[in-house]
Structure formats: structure tokens, C-alpha cells
């Protein structure tokens, strides 16, 4: 319940923002979509096409991402209570659906959730393999989660690096090695084909690493609340610390193997992502979403290890118990203050071209990533005739992942037959701003029309109307 209501912000938005749109587009193209991508996401469009066919509506095609959200605390339950105790493990639920990214992410129509479920299931079919009979069915169950988790999100594979370490860490038997090793040999390979096939492609929006990008990244994963963030911190280090204890005084691996889990799950796969910046701009805090699990997890621990230190003093004990209360109760707060405002400058947007359109306007859009939210946005207009996208040469309608555009040349010169060009852009994006000027630039845009209009919106989004020969 908890986790449904922090998420009802996050799926009652009205509009559709740019990833979503590009899932929307990726749905009525699966195997362009594929090609393109490397793979990256497939298993999530897929499961997103058949849910659309109920509805087309954003706030039912984000209920697909809560319900698999949903799923993974669940299991997260399952797993946390084998390793820490029941009291631990709910309280550890509780601070992963009172985080910031939990917020953010639980109701979008993205593959975050999934790739979520995914992961605590990796944990929960490893720790099974680690402490149950060897069957071929157990191998081959988690060979599969392996394998769908850089298919879900191509980061998502850090994980799976976490799990070695973990096992590495417990100086695990050779026998449970050769039940691993498949599963992880098979995510290796179709990380390294995802990235080579396209999935290694990140947006020009994301800029070189600096330390102000740490400090953000430090907060999503903990609390947004500086001060609480480092009180959260600060629990995690005692957890680490009481960890390697329990680590050397362990004295069956599986002890060894929940020992270091938690911490192996939250280190390896921010460390691996912080180094992989500083190679290549990947340092988005959405893609470490899989691991706000176990920093709520290290988090708790943390809280009930200062209980336990303190079993001779009940009032110290109970100082300490109401600890973990006052942290989950300064996590709702501060997610409520963090939540994000309605992203709807693409229906806005929408809004403006359809209350002002007439029958032999045209729309130019110079880059892609332009086109799919505003294309979703424009799903809720019913204009008697749509307009003429001249970039691709037919009418507004369905967002498409995949499709070539015209130059900027070439489309405008098919717009010599229409009297208005609504051009729309967002600078946000440099490729936007460079197709932009390619445009605006033209000598038949130049020559043959005028400015007569334009509106700014949010996030750089702009519409400038052109008429022929006005002014």
C-alpha cells in the first residue's frame, strides 16, 4: 500500500515526456526497435505492447511499471528476511518506497521496475543456489534472469559483477561456481552484444562527470535531505563494518554470502557506473535504480546492529528503535517535497498547435526526439485534418521509434505547397538546436516566409509559426 501510494504522483501526470514516448514508439515497432537499440529494453516493450492493447492512456501504461515495481519489494521481503530478520527487511521495504528514485520511477512507463524485479530475483535465485540442492531447473532459472537483465537495461549487467564479488567474497565451494557460471558467462555475452549492436548508446545530454553529478548521486541513493543523507551514511558504514566481522567469523559460506551480500549489491554496481563515467558520460542516477534496495537495506541494518550494541540499556534501545522510525518518517517527508512537478510542456505544446492549426498548415520537426512526445501529446487532439509532418513526408499520428527523416532541405521544400510551418524544438538537446538552425536557415524558409508567432515553453521547448509571405 505504501508503495502504490508513493508512486500515484509520479503516474497521475497528464502528459507523456520524452523517454516515455520513446517506449510508446518502441511498441508499434519491436524489431526495428531492437536493431536500433542493440536489444536494450526488448523485454520491456514487449510486455508494454500487450499492455497497451487495454488502453493507449499514460496513467494505465504506468501501472504496468508499478505493478512489476510491487512485485520486486515483495520478493525484496523475501530475500532481506533470509539474510537480516523480518523486522529489518520490512523496514528496509518501507525506506526503498519512501526514496527519491522510488518516487520518480515506480510510475513511468520505463523499464526501471522491471529491470528492478529482475535483479531481486538474480539475489533471491543466487542465494537459493548458494543454500539449496543442485538442480538443473534452479541453473537454468538463473541463468535466464542473467541473461534478461542487460536485455532490460543494459547497466542493469553491473549487477550481476556484484554477485561475483559477493561470491568471490565467501570463497564459495567449486561446485556452486559451476552452477553460476552460466548465468553469468550468458549476461556477459549479451552485455557486450547489446553494447556493440547500439545498446552502449547514451543521449548527448548527459555531460562529463564532475563532482557535483557525485554529490547529486550520493543523495538520490541515500536521501535527498543532506543532513539525513548523512545520517544514512553513516548507518551503512556501521553495517560494512559489522559485516566484515560477521564475515571472518562465519563459518559456512552461506553465512559468509549474506554477510557481504548488501554490500557487494550496493559497492560494486555505483562504483562500476562512477568508473564507466569517467570513460564514457553514463552518470544518470535512474540507471543505479536497482540498487536503492540494498542502501535501504544497509541502511536498517545499521539501525538494528545500534540496537543490539545497546541490548543492556532499554531506554538506549528504544532511542535507537525510534531511530528507524523518525528516518522513514524524514524519507516521507522529504519525498514529498521532492516530488516532480507535471511534465507537460509536450501537451501544452500540442495544445497550442491544434487550437491554432488550419487545413493546409504543416509541422517541421528537425530531430527525432522531438517528434515522439510530441506525437504522444498529440494522440489526445482531435483536429478534423492532421497536419502534414513534412520532415517525414505524411500526417501526424503514431509515435515511431525508428523512422528516417528528410533533411531539412528536402522538407521544406515540400512544404512550398502549404501556406504555415509550425516548427518545433527543444534546445535541450544539441541535435535539436543544430537541426534548428539547419532550418531556419534555409533560403525557402528565409525567402518565402516570415515569423508571424512563436511560444516557449519548459525545458527549452519552443514553436516558432511561419507564414508565406506575411509581414
Same mark, same amino acid.
Not at 517525414?392 to 510551418?421: C, D
Given at each position: 500500500?505504501?508503495?502504490?501510494? =508513493?508512486?500515484?504522483?509520479? $503516474? ?39 499492455? +497497451? ?30 539474510? #537480516? ?6 523496514? +528496509?521495504?518501507?525506506? /526503498? ?7 520518480? &520511477?515506480?510510475?513511468?512507463?520505463? +523499464? ?32 535466464? $534472469? ?11 549487467? /553491473? ?14 565451494? !567449486? ?9 553469468? @558467462? ?21 555531460? !562529463? =562527470?564532475?563532482? *557535483? ?36 567469523? *562465519? ?16 559497492? #560494486? ?18 540507471? @543505479? ?8 537495506? &544497509? ?14 540499556? !532499554? ?7 525510534? @531511530?528507524?522510525? $523518525? ?6 517527508? =522529504?519525498?514529498?517535497? +521532492? %516530488? ?23 509541422? &517541421?520537426? !528537425? ?21 502534414? /509532418? ?5 500526417? &501526424? ?14 522538407? @521544406? ?41 512563436? %511560444? ?7 514553436? #516558432? ?7
Amino acid at each position: 500500500m505504501l508503495g502504490a501510494t =508513493t508512486a500515484i504522483p509520479a $503516474i497521475a501526470r497528464p502528459a507523456l515526456w520524452f523517454d516515455e514516448a520513446a517506449s510508446i514508439g518502441a511498441t508499434h515497432q519491436l524489431g526495428l526497435t531492437a536493431r536500433e537499440s542493440g536489444g536494450t529494453m526488448a523485454p520491456y516493450y514487449v510486455l508494454l505492447r500487450a499492455w +497497451s492493447l487495454v488502453s493507449s492512456d499514460p496513467r494505465w501504461l504506468r501501472l504496468l511499471s508499478l505493478a512489476l515495481g510491487l512485485s520486486a519489494v515483495a520478493l525484496f521481503i523475501r530475500v532481506s528476511e533470509r539474510w #537480516v530478520g523480518r523486522s529489518v527487511a520490512l523496514a +528496509s521495504s518501507a525506506a /526503498l518506497v519512501l526514496s527519491y528514485l522510488w518516487a520518480q &520511477l515506480a510510475g513511468e512507463a520505463r +523499464s526501471y521496475t522491471l529491470a528492478l524485479l529482475l535483479t531481486v530475483a538474480a539475489w533471491d535465485r543466487l542465494d537459493r543456489l548458494m543454500g539449496g540442492p543442485a538442480t538443473g531447473a534452479a541453473t537454468l532459472g538463473y541463468g535466464v $534472469i542473467c541473461v534478461l537483465l542487460p536485455l532490460t537495461h543494459g547497466l542493469a549487467a /553491473l549487477v550481476v559483477g556484484a554477485q561475483v564479488a559477493a561470491l568471490l567474497c565467501a570463497k564459495v565451494e !567449486p561446485a556452486v561456481w559451476r552452477r553460476v557460471a552460466p548465468g553469468v @558467462l550468458g549476461g556477459t555475452l549479451v552485455t557486450v552484444a547489446c553494447a556493440v549492436g547500439g545498446g552502449s548508446d547514451v543521449t548527448d545530454w548527459v555531460r !562529463p =562527470t564532475t563532482w *557535483s553529478d557525485l554529490y547529486r548521486l550520493w543523495r538520490h541513493m541515500t536521501a535527498v535531505l543532506p543532513a539525513l543523507a548523512f545520517v544514512v551514511s553513516g548507518l551503512a558504514v556501521v553495517t560494512i563494518a559489522g559485516a566484515r566481522a560477521d564475515h571472518r567469523t *562465519s563459518s559456512t559460506t552461506l553465512g559468509r554470502f549474506r554477510a557481504v551480500a548488501p554490500t557487494a549489491w550496493a559497492a #560494486v554496481p555505483t562504483v562500476g557506473l562512477i568508473a564507466l563515467s569517467l570513460v564514457h558520460p553514463t552518470l544518470v542516477s535512474r540507471y @543505479l535504480f536497482v540498487v536503492v534496495p540494498a542502501w535501504a537495506l &544497509l541502511a536498517m541494518q545499521g539501525v538494528a546492529r545500534l540496537v543490539r550494541v545497546m541490548h543492556a540499556n !532499554p531506554t538506549k534501545q528504544a532511542v535507537t528503535a525510534l @531511530l528507524a522510525i $523518525i528516518l522513514l518518517a524524514c524519507a516521507a517527508t =522529504t519525498q514529498a517535497a +521532492s %516530488w516532480s512537478q507535471p511534465v507537460d510542456e509536450w501537451d501544452r505544446a500540442a495544445a497550442v498547435v491544434a487550437e491554432g492549426f488550419e487545413g493546409a498548415d504543416a509541422v &517541421l520537426m !528537425p530531430e527525432r526526439r522531438n517528434r515522439m512526445p510530441f506525437e504522444a501529446a498529440w494522440a489526445d487532439r482531435n483536429p478534423p485534418v492532421d497536419p502534414t /509532418l513534412l520532415d517525414f513526408e505524411r500526417p &501526424l499520428g503514431t509515435p515511431r521509434y525508428v523512422e528516417s527523416a528528410k533533411t531539412s532541405a528536402e522538407a @521544406l521544400r515540400l512544404g512550398s505547397r502549404h501556406e504555415r510551418i509550425w516548427v518545433v524544438y527543444q534546445y535541450v538537446f544539441a541535435p535539436s538546436r543544430t537541426a534548428y538552425r539547419a532550418a531556419v536557415g534555409s533560403s525557402t524558409l528565409t525567402e518565402d516566409f516570415s515569423v508571424v508567432d512563436q %511560444w516557449t515553453f519548459d525545458r527549452e521547448l519552443n514553436i #516558432v509559426l511561419y507564414e508565406r509571405g506575411a509581414g
